[in-house]
């Protein structure tokens, strides 16, 4: 929803593009710094006291967002929204790997994507239409799906797990495990920043106005949650080194596809559904079921935050490098191609590390 806020805010207050750009900066500076932070806490306090205690940060910076009159307090409120909201999906998915035995981690991880990914397109359509209400009332629905979590989070659910020490050997192995999914979640978010410039490709490789590439990212929506929906029945049967092989092949098609293939509709919207399908491959719940069985129940908050943390990370730099690409030259067209080509090429070397991975985990 921050997109509306934006404008608007702007708009009613008089603030700065630079102050509305600290909005989104200050978001992520706040979400890079508590996901390793609740990663860590999750070790010494379990996961449902972190979820509830995030959930209420996440509140808190809300709440003072909806009643803020400067400027410089809304900015505020959104690092605090950001200490908040950062660690809520990683630690939902550690106390999933903790509590819950491992044949039911796929589908639950699948469920934690399929709420995301429904929320975030729900929020594209609600936003315009609450914004007829004032900017204000977007921090209150986000004040109440906080507050709403963290009153009604259970301060346990599932079943424990064995936890079963493993050798030196199992240990070694688990860490070379454990750097495969840090390239992975690392490539994975450069895919994401990917997402966000695809519009802007079709815009320069399909010569059509702003508005018209909206429907052109239709098929990515369409197959993001369908392949979300199909994640979330077969995880648990097929294991995640299979869709996450898969999903890697269907990004680097769909990129490949969009930004070298004849300049028409129709291989853009097919390069959209392989991106679409491809990502969500990657971040819809496999990289979270992988770490889960990678790593020992009293690990899984650092390792589900390091996959979260790595991923945000892969988004910046993956932003920093199309955006410094593109630039330079006055070919814009041939700029976005040569970014998509390097971010091809960067991804293809990170997802290789996917053959590291076991087709089956033994037991934790």
């Known amino acids: ?122 929020a594209t359509v609600v936003a315009p239409w609450a914004l007829g209400l004032g900017w204000r009332s977007m921090f209150a629905c986000s004040f109440a799906a906080a507050a709403v979590a963290a009153i009604r989070s259970a301060p346990s659910t599932g079943s424990n797990s064995v936890t079963i020490a493993p050798p030196l050997y199992d240990a070694m192995r688990a860490l070379r495990h454990i750097a495969a999914l840090g390239a992975l979640s690392f490539g994975t978010g450069i895919g994401q920043a990917v997402v ?27 197959a993001g949650v369908a392949t979300t929906l199909a994640i979330t029945a077969i995880l648990d049967r097929l294991g995640a080194k299979i869709i996450l092989a898969a999903g890697a092949a269907a990004t680097l098609a769909g990129i490949a596809l969009g930004a070298s293939a004849p300049a028409e509709r129709l291989f853009f919207l097919g390069a ?50 199309l955006g410094a690409v593109m630039s330079h030259g006055s070919d814009e067209r041939a700029a976005i191609e040569i970014a998509m080509a390097i971010a091809w090429i960067v991804m293809a070397a990170t997802f290789s590390a996917v053959v590291a991975l076991p087709r089956h985990w033994s037991a934790r």
């Open 196 to 222: 966000v410039y695809f519009p802007t490709l079709a815009v320069q490789r399909l010569n059509v106005a702003p508005a018209a590439s909206a429907p052109l990212m239709l098929p990515l929506v369409i």
């Open 1 to 122: 929803m921050i997109g509306y806020v934006l404008p608007a805010m702007r708009a009613d207050t008089g603030a700065s593009a630079l102050v509305a750009s600290w909005l989104l900066s200050l978001y992520v500076v706040g979400t890079l710094v508590a996901i390793p932070t609740a990663g860590l806490a999750v070790r010494r306090w379990g996961g449902a006291a972190v979820f509830r205690s995030c959930a209420a940060l996440a509140a808190i910076g809300a709440l003072i967002a909806l009643t803020a009159r400067a400027p410089a307090i809304l900015v505020a409120a959104r690092l605090v929204q950001g200490l908040g909201m950062g660690p809520l999906l990683p630690v939902a998915a550690a106390i999933v790997a903790i509590e819950w035995p491992p044949e039911r981690q796929g589908r639950l991880m699948g469920l934690l994507s399929l709420a995301y990914g429904v929320c975030y397109l729900g």
């Open 272 to 321: 959209t559904a392989l991106l679409g399908a491809g990502i969500t491959g990657l971040c819809g719940g496999p990289l979270r079921h992988a770490a889960a069985h990678a790593v020992r129940r009293e690990e899984q908050g650092p390792a589900q935050a390091a996959v979260a943390l790595l991923t945000n990370i892969g988004v910046l730099a993956g932003s920093t490098m």
